[in-house]
């Protein structure tokens, strides 16, 4: 069987870079392409050398269509607007495409679920395996637990540089707490806090969000009762762990029908989802 042909858009960045070492490292997929916006300083350089893996015979393009030719699948950790454009791509070309892009509008999941008709997608807000199963207590916890004696906070950390917020993995974490709950996060979320705000909303999940230095993500869901805390915690450490993430859910989803497909359901998961 020959190996997946996966291209990284954004390669030039961190998780790009990250995703090209962690690709030129694991059997079963190469590195078909790599993508980079007009402009960038690192187009023609060679993928492997930017990202610290040696040569791998790949240059940085910022032509799509050109590290598309012979490709199987699209890694996409970009922004909203460049994600739903590779997703129409990936419909045309009956491809895969993996998203760990955070910070989605309406817009853009609709177009994400359009696309999914014709390509095998897989959307998380977060890509680790120990997240995703953290997701899983967290719903169970949720629902063992009634609102009325227990309050849900979500608290996330990431670097300075991160860009939307709450993070995709706090909104990941906070939907499994409403499925628990079974309530709509969008009515029972609390976004912030300022000034004289009364007190806590019964059944709300609450959100707090810290940015600062080089943290690579740091989430914590809390389940707080009388007398006593329940704290579930993940702590990630190094991007690869989102790669090798990103990487296990496009084998996986070679496997699979068109269609649009979550973590939970690459790690046999979905009855959780």
Do not use: F, N, T
């Given at each position: 069987m020959k190996d997946l042909g996966l291209v990284v858009v954004g390669a030039g960045g961190r998780m790009g870079q990250t995703l090209i070492r962690v690709i030129a490292a694991m059997d079963g997929?190469?590195?078909a392409g790599a993508v980079e916006r007009q402009g960038s300083s690192d187009l023609g350089r060679d993928a492997g050398e930017i990202a610290g893996s040696g040569k791998l015979g790949v240059a940085l393009t910022d032509d799509l269509d050109t590290a598309l030719a012979g490709a199987d699948g699209i890694i996409d950790f970009t922004t909203p607007e460049a994600t739903s454009a590779f997703a129409a791509r990936a419909a045309a070309g009956g491809l895969i495409h993996i998203i760990g892009t955070t910070g989605c509008n309406e817009d853009v999941e609709r177009a994400i679920s359009q696309a999914a008709e014709k390509a095998r997608i897989v959307k998380s807000g977060n890509m680790s395996l120990g997240v995703n199963l953290l997701s899983v207590l967290v719903e169970d916890a949720a629902r063992a637990l009634e609102a009325a004696d227990w309050d849900i906070e979500v608290l996330e950390?990431?670097?300075r540089h991160k860009v939307d917020?709450?993070?995709g993995t706090a909104l990941l974490l906070a939907e499994a707490a409403a499925r628990g709950r079974a309530i709509d996060l969008a009515?029972?979320?609390v976004r912030v806090r300022d000034g004289h705000t009364g007190a806590r909303p019964l059944g709300t999940i609450g959100f707090a969000t810290l940015r600062g230095g080089s943290v690579v993500g740091?989430?914590?869901?809390?389940?707080?009762?009388?007398g006593e805390t329940i704290e579930l915690t993940?702590?990630?450490s190094d991007r690869a762990i989102f790669a090798r993430g990103a990487i296990k859910a496009a084998l996986w989803a070679s496997r699979q029908q068109p269609g649009l497909y979550s973590m939970l359901d690459v790690?046999?998961?979905a009855s959780h989802n």
């Open positions: 997929v190469r590195l950390m990431h670097h917020a709450p993070s009515e029972k979320s740091e989430h914590a869901v809390l389940l707080a009762g009388e993940h702590k990630a790690l046999g998961l």
